[in-house]
Each structure stands twice: as structure tokens, then as C-alpha cells.
Nanobody, 121 residues
Framework: QVQLVESGGGLVQAGGSLRLSCGAS????????MGWYRQAPGKQREYVAS???????NYAASVKGRFTISRDNAKNTVYLQMNSLKPEDTAVYYC???????????????WGQGTQVTVSS
């Protein structure tokens, strides 16, 4: 079994910063991509950022230059540093990881339970 647990969400004023963390645990052999998605009320879940096991990063246009994704492979943890936050960044943020479980030959998609980020104007 694999679990992803997020932390770090909260309420912040516009222009402020937050740092999200997501740790993966369980019967993990390896993890390839890790990333963040978000879902605002009444909207579909959307891609925010991702990082490969080798450190290659990619960002949605809406967050590029403001958010930074990083990871600690030894801890199976991914981070999202969010700066210059805007009210439109308000959403539930979900962690994603592509995980190869011990004893398996394929990667599966795993999601965290989500953490709320609220940016007030």
C-alpha cells in the first residue's frame, strides 16, 4: 500500500507565501514524477507543477515565476513553495506521484487527500 500525505496549507493574504509538503510512504520501490494539482470550487482539477526523479521541472503558465517545486528523493517528499499568492490561487491542492511498488513492474498513479489553500484579498 502507498500513502501520500500533504501538509502546509492554510489561510494567507494576497502577496504572501506558503510551502506545501507531500510525503510518500508504504511499499515503494521507486517514484518517477511527483507533482501538484489543484481544484477550485466549481472547477475541474488542474495541473500546477511537476518534477521528475532527475529534477526536471515543469509549471503551469499561471504559476510560473511564482511557485517552485522541489523534491527530496531520500525522503520520498515533494515540496511546493508558493510566493506572491493571489486570490485565484485559492483551491484544494493535491499531491500526485507515479509509484512503482515493491514486487511490481509497473508504475501506478497515487494521490494525496488534498490540503486547502485560501488566499484573501
Amino acid at each position: 500500500q502507498v500513502q501520500l500525505v500533504e501538509s502546509g496549507g492554510g489561510l494567507v493574504q494576497a502577496g504572501g507565501s506558503l510551502r506545501l509538503s507531500c510525503g510518500a510512504s508504504g511499499t515503494i520501490f521507486s517514484i518517477n514524477d511527483m507533482g501538484w494539482y489543484r481544484q477550485a470550487p466549481g472547477k475541474q482539477r488542474e495541473y500546477v507543477a511537476s518534477i521528475s526523479s532527475g529534477g526536471y521541472t515543469n509549471y503551469a503558465a499561471s504559476v510560473k515565476g511564482r511557485f517552485t517545486i522541489s523534491r527530496d528523493n531520500a525522503k520520498n517528499t515533494v515540496y511546493l513553495q508558493m510566493n506572491s499568492l493571489k486570490p485565484e490561487d485559492t483551491a484544494v491542492y493535491y499531491c500526485h506521484a507515479g509509484v512503482r511498488r515493491t514486487g511490481s513492474y509497473t508504475y501506478g498513479d497515487y494521490w494525496g487527500q488534498g490540503t486547502q489553500v485560501t488566499v484573501s484579498s
